[in-house]
């Protein structure tokens, strides 16, 4: 929505820029799409605006996304009635659920099989030596097997015959959540507004707040989110909204809202601090651009989840750094800017490393047998090492952005586990500011000469086309490791590189890189 | 001689005293059941006993194209390639050997199998040329004069650690047409192999395989054969094959070979990946084969099903719910449509090629499960003969496979329509044709081979 030649949005319909185009969309397309993708839950139609944008252009995204949020509450409901068939399609797609429930079945049942099949040439194969054990193991297997299937069995016929939750009678929207939009850009007036308008509406199942992450400061969000809960809470018709203590102390007369119906933001989870400042201030889902953004670059997560059991706040400003970028209300205007939540750009050591992340590419892992991070269970860090990674880095195989995709995944969903059990035992604020105190630097691009010939998955409207040039490359630190590739062969950094992502340096994209959200 | 051999191979019978085996110092190979020339066997290797007939995935830096080392044993492949050029490149073999050796720097504890190295010299830098010392090249990082000696592969073999080690052998493109240069290097592969054997330091630890060389010229062949044998190695190869011959001169090469090897040894035809060239060459004996062919194929959204190949990219697939092969059970076909492959294949998506990749290993290995289990159960003819109708509907069954299935005792009865025309010889159908991924021996390694796309590789010595 932000690319040059986008066209402009109307009070019938967005602009939407896809791989096949552009694409004008209204609320019945936009919920005959919806429907088709039968989600567990979905966003409704929203003009999302910019943070600069003008207070008027932002009252009319106001406005239209109020008027969008009813007419896709009403299409939510006729969807919930079975469709009738579209033309002739060759192979009518099942309903949501049978199809799933008959696929899994049917999976589970071969892999059963082929299992057993390996298993009986298996134990051939092993004879005496497994001799004593084999009847044990066999008749356990057995009685697994048997079980294993009467249950496939039953949720086969369940699945086929419709009786499952999902089964034939049911509109494709049926069981759907809907989540109400709420706009108002950086304005915390308008988005006040946009949620006092929406409060209370029979049918919402949660709240989006969209045009979040579109170029406002970080330390300014937190306020605007408390601004659409406390239009939610101020509508007479809302339920009694629960309420909990402002997590800065020296404001304790202001109460922090929270909503009583789950809150979605998209575009907040562009750092680990941008996740834990949105959940303080009352997010419950995010999407997270963070881990894309560290794998392309050839990092993996390693920072702590939790602060040692006897840490402290050990001085002032990280109690008041944390209380800027947590403030409920900013008197200066929505754009303020502190330091608090910008990252400290001397944390990071020449190839990339800090304390919470480490680079793979540096070619100080040559030969280093210790996982991506001691002691974290995930796939690549049980199976895997960083030298293992570090050469699949500089030889271009896929299974470096497969086995860093897992682990950063994982580390990022260790994450928000942690944060839960702070939020459970009142201690959000301490790991809050345990959490500012770690150092972290840039995420910075690989050094060395273009990948040539490879296609690349465009990213969402806003993100810059992969380059030719790395820009601001940084050179990738030689290690001590001179000695054998004397001969030059196994020579690391002139065959290494990968310049396709020189989108992860520029700060301003990361804010635009980010999913388009329906 | 030959023709003697070839008999006693067609007789043998399943009697377990008469069934060929083998004991070498690292290999212990057990033939346990023959039909005609195709046998079913078990090769006891440092890490693993692996099944033969079998198909061995190319993981040519180190990883096959985005598996992970789990999803290989998963999908049950017992022995996989590493390629001894590229890695020595990166990162060395030094580094590897530091880190546990191949096995263990990749973290694979199944059968590993290295090739030379100097096959990928040969055809993927420029100016590379055999002499009797080995093959020289220039180093692609600095441009500067190097040489790859059977002394040096068979170092660099032995400090990557693999279960089977290729010896370094002087191998010319079938598509030379030049006697002379075959003659030199039949002989020239046999003195390589007693410098391989002489500078191989790991013997109780590592297979060094020969690969027997001639060309298309039978006698060349039965040289190269009479003089390996006679150097008592635990397995034999049969190279120079996969280069852009013609089908009929593959299977009349390949068919001679696993006659005149010895029955007890594993017989190992490289560069073969097509299915249907995998079950003509187990047909004929052969018992190990590689290639890039299943997983290049998947990355241009090609998937291997029974009837020969489903191009994902083609607009039929777009609306087609069902899986890539309904009779498949790997966890791609459990839960993905032709139609969402085809989407994501033609949007580019990198984890795109990875699904297909999935799949395609899995019926490989489907298939030589399949083929093990019909030896052992003597019913491999029957078993043919289905795999062809089904690759075959219409009876066209190419001419050189008709022929070669003569050779290996299976009638194709029920499967070639009566009075059908021999189509042309150079015709290999089921596969991608001949122009295109014949003799691949070398994945993709970014950025040397990127530009070759899809062409077979260059036949240049």
Known sequence: ???????????????????????????????????????????????????????????????????????CLQLHARYQQPQPQQGQEQQQPLQRGQQRGQLKA?????????????????????????????PQEEATEAAATAALQQQQQASANGAADGVAEDGVGEG??????????????????????????????????????????????PSARPALIAASLAGLEASSSSPTAPVAASTSPASSSSLQLLSSLPVFAAGVGGSPEEVLQAVAAGVDLLDCSFVAQVTAAGYALTFPLRPPPDWQPQTSADASAVEAAAAVESSSGPLTLTSAAQPATTASSPDGSDE????????????????????????????????????????????????????????MQAFVQAIREAIAEGQLQRYQQWF???????????????????????????????????????EVEEGAGGDSHAKGSGGAVALGGDAVMAEAADVGAVAAAKWVRV | MLLRRVKQVVMASTASDALPSSESPALKFKVI???????????????????????MPVGTQGSVKGLTSAQLADLDCHVILGNTYHLENRPGSDT??????????????????????????????????????????????????????????????????????????DVVPTTANDPARFEEATHRTTRWIDRCIAAHSRPTEQNLFAIVQGGLDPRLREISMQQLVARDLPGYAIGGLAGGESKDDFWRVVAQCTAGLPPGKPRYVMGIGYPLDIVVCSALGADMFDSVYPTRTARFGVALVPEGTLKLKNAANARDFRPLDPTCGCSVCARYSRAYLHNVVTRGIASAAILVTYHNIAYTQSLTRAMRAAI??????????????????????????????????????????????????????????????????????????????????????
């Open chain 2, 376 to 461: 052992e159960e003597q019913r491999f003819p029957e078993w043919v003969r289905n795999y062809l109708r089904t690759m075959f509907p219409k009876g066209d069954v190419p001419g050189w496979v008709r022929d070669a299935m003569a050779v290996a005792g299976i009638s194709l009865e029920g499967v070639v329509a009566p009075g059908s025309p021999q189509p042309p010889p150079a015709e290999a159908k089921g596969g991608e044709g001949a122009e295109e991924e014949q003799g691949m021996e070398q994945e993709e390694v970014a950025p040397a081979a990127e530009s070759k796309g899809r062409q077979a590789q260059p036949a240049e010595a």
């Open chain 2, 96 to 169: 590897v050997a530091a880190l546990g050796g191949l096995h263990g720097f990749i973290n694979w504890n199944r059968g590993m199998l290295t090739d030379s190295g100097g096959f990928q010299m040969v055809s993927l830098l420029h100016l590379a040329e055999i002499t009797e010392a080995g093959v020289t090249f220039q180093s692609p990082l600095d441009g500067s004069a190097m040489l790859l000696t059977p002394e040096q592969s068979m170092a660099i073999q032995n400090r990557l650690g693999a279960d089977i080690m290729m010896a370094l052998d």
């Open chain 1, 106 to 134: 049917a999976q589970r049942q071969k892999q059963r099989q082929q299992q057993l099949e390996r298993e009986r040439e298996r134990q051939q194969q092993q004879g005496q030596q497994q001799q004593p054990q084999q």
């Open chain 1, 356 to 411: 919470t992340k480490i680079n793979l590419w540096s070619t100080s892992y040559r030969l280093d047998t210790a996982p991506l991070l001691p002691g974290c269970g995930c796939s690549a860090c049980r199976q895997h090492t960083r030298a293992y990674l570090h050469h699949l880095l500089q030889a271009h195989e896929m299974l470096a952005d497969v086995l860093l995709e897992a682990h950063n995944t994982s580390h």
């Open chain 1, 436 to 474: 500012a105190s770690l150092r972290s630097g840039p995420v910075l691009p690989p050094a060395g000469p273009p990948r040539k010939g490879k296609r690349r998955a465009l990213g969402p409207p806003g993100s810059p086309a992969p380059s030719a040039e790395a820009e601001g490359a940084v």
């Open chain 1, 172 to 217: 494709p929207l049926s069981g759907s959540l809907v989540f109400a939009a709420l706009g108002g850009g950086a304005l915390p007036a308008e988005r006040q507004r946009a949620a006092a308008a929406v409060a209370g509406k029979e049918g919402v199942a949660g709240y989006a707040l969209c045009g979040l992450g579109t170029g406002e400061s």
């Open chain 2, 33 to 55: 059941a023959t039909q005609g020339r195709a046998r079913s066997a078990r090769m006891t290797l440092p890490h693993f006993t692996a099944h033969t007939p079998m198909f």
């Open chain 1, 1 to 71: 929505m932000y690319e040059f030649g986008a066209r402009p949005c109307t009070d019938k319909e967005i602009h939407v820029s896809i791989h096949s185009g552009g694409h004008m969309v209204g609320p019945e397309r936009y919920m005959e799409t919806v429907a088709a993708l039968q989600p567990d839950m979905y966003v409704t139609l929203c003009d999302e605006v910019p943070a600069d944008s003008k207070p008027k252009r932002v009252s009319t995204s106001v406005r239209r996304t109020t008027a969008w949020l009813d007419t």
